[in-house]
């Protein structure tokens, strides 16, 4: 797994400053907007179920959260909004898959460049490292203690892999069949500390400590930019 994975990001967003948290509530109203596009009712629409169910984790108001999905059925006007998907390397030529959401393609790549050659970083062609990389349903589990039960359930539910991390398990399956396996641990009792989609690295790197610390840097800067929503790596 990505020493920067999506987990990392979200754990760290929830004890982010106050000041912070009207910049995280934009960046969840925009994946929002764009997962109601495929329907208003998270009941029919896993990416929208999962997308309010991060906001709410991370305790956005119910009003913010009905405008976003009135913006994405065009019940309310918006600005048009694009998702993106970049490419590029960071020390020792480790890959970063970033995804965004803009209504202004061309300032966020340029903000995208700017952060990635003032960091160490630099961008890559399309196709360069996406290869690497499955677009998975992600579901962690902590402190498991009936892990044979867990894995039965999981594997009835349609898994396709369940695998031990640092703080428990790692179940993977296809993004569409996300929400169902969610539901199914959920009936059992199971609870489900994260359920999302991610980009899962194939294969991966280890970087040594000087280098670790570039990426931390390139890291921590993409978080700073409204446009960025998500960005994975293959560093162990």
């Known amino acids: 797994m990505s020493g920067h994975s999506k987990w990392k990001q979200i754990k760290n967003k929830k ?6 948290r009207g910049a995280i ?3 969840l109203s925009k994946i929002i907007t764009i997962a109601a596009r495929e329907g208003g009712d998270p009941a029919m629409n896993f990416k929208l179920a999962t997308a309010v169910e991060q906001a709410r984790s991370m305790n956005m108001p119910k009003d913010n959260i009905e405008r976003a999905i009135r913006r994405g059925t065009g019940e309310e006007a918006s600005a048009i909004l ?8 960071g020390p020792a030529g480790v890959a970063l898959l970033i995804t965004g959401v ?9 903000d995208m460049r700017a952060t990635l050659t003032k960091h160490g970083g630099t961008m890559a062609a399309e196709g360069a490292v996406r290869w ?3 677009h998975k ?9 009936n892990r044979e039960e867990v ?3 999981a594997i009835d539910a349609g898994a396709d892999d369940i695998r031990e991390e640092e703080s428990g398990l790692l179940i993977t399956t296809e993004p569409k069949n996300l929400l169902h396996l969610k539901q199914a641990l959920e009936k059992q009792g199971i609870k489900c500390e994260y359920a999302e989609v991610e980009y899962l690295p194939k294969s991966t790197v280890a970087l040594d400590e000087h280098n670790q610390a570039k990426l931390e840097r390139i890291t921590n800067a993409l978080d700073e930019l409204e446009d960025v929503q998500d960005y994975y790596t293959n560093a162990e």
């Open 15 to 20: 004890g982010a400053a106050d000041a912070k």
């Open 25 to 27: 509530f934009t960046r």
């Open 82 to 89: 694009h998702e993106v998907v970049y490419e590029g390397y």
């Open 102 to 110: 803009t209504d202004n393609v061309n300032r966020t790549i340029s």
């Open 132 to 134: 690497n990389f499955e």
């Open 137 to 145: 349903g992600v579901i962690r589990l902590e402190g498991v203690s």
């Open 151 to 153: 894995e039965l359930a």
